[in-house]
């Protein structure tokens, strides 16, 4: 069974730094690139960043550029999302999720998900 | 990036169709065959319902069918039933090499 699972959410002030972790099984981790997906409370989704299975291809929504990186350890089946300088804006769940298509390419499709972890950006 | 554009809201009765549109532009949903739609219900993670334009992910019902044409992409629903009421999501591949989604439709079954 695909299982993504997501952790390192919380409470978090603004222009501080927090890491969000993403461990996943029941599937070859190594093949797939793998999305951060983001959903402030009760709106809609938002992409984040997105990165190949060979770390060779990384993408970033302009709302993130500069302030957030993604990375992954495949030996460890895990993704990672760094973030820094945080805003009350980035307040949300966020999602990661696995690319439905294996290989370079993808097909920037999101076919299995965790259950989300939640970041709140106050004083 | 602009979001893509959904309908706030669509509703039908069981047994009906609806569709849901979602209108992009060349550099998304016109320029790429990377079209998805997701079913959100309440507290819970989106689901995949059609990738690629309209591939069916197995498992999902085959009342659910996706299509396109030029700059806009469709979600039909057929045979309408209580638990297809849920938020819909629209996504598309963009020429930076990003993703974006739909502001969401939200369905009622009436």
């Known amino acids: 069974e695909v299982q993504l699972v997501e952790s390192g959410g919380g409470l978090v002030q603004p222009g501080r730094s927090l890491r969000l972790s993403c461990a996943a099984s029941?599937?070859?981790?190594?093949?797939?690139?793998i999305h951060w997906v983001r959903q402030a409370p009760g709106k809609g989704l938002e992409w984040v960043s997105g990165m190949s299975w060979n770390s060779g291809t990384i993408g970033y929504a302009d709302s993130v550029k500069g302030r957030f990186t993604i990375s992954r350890d495949n030996a460890k089946n895990s993704l990672y999302l760094q973030m820094i300088s945080l805003r009350a804006e980035d307040t949300a769940f966020y999602y990661c999720?696995?690319?439905?298509?294996?290989?370079?390419?993808?097909?920037?499709?999101?076919?299995?998900w965790g259950q989300g972890t939640l970041v709140t950006v106050s004083s | 990036q602009s979001a893509l554009t959904q309908p706030a809201s669509v509703s039908g009765s069981p047994g009906q169709s609806i569709t849901i549109s979602c209108t992009g532009t060349?550099?998304?949903?016109?320029?790429?065959?990377?079209v998805s739609w997701y079913q959100q219900h309440p507290g819970k993670a989106p689901k995949v319902m059609i990738y690629d334009v309209n591939n069916r992910p197995s498992g999902v019902s085959n009342r659910f069918s996706g299509s396109k044409s030029g700059n806009t992409a469709s979600l039909t629903i057929s045979g309408l039933q209580a638990e297809d009421e849920a938020d819909y999501f629209c996504s598309s591949y963009t020429s930076s090499s990003t993703v974006v989604f739909g502001g969401g439709t939200k369905l009622t079954v009436l």
């Open positions: 060349n550099s998304d949903i016109g320029g790429y065959n990377y």
């Open positions: 999720a696995k690319d439905a298509t294996p290989g370079d390419s993808g097909s920037y499709s999101f076919d299995y």
């Open positions: 029941g599937f070859t981790f190594d093949d797939y690139a």
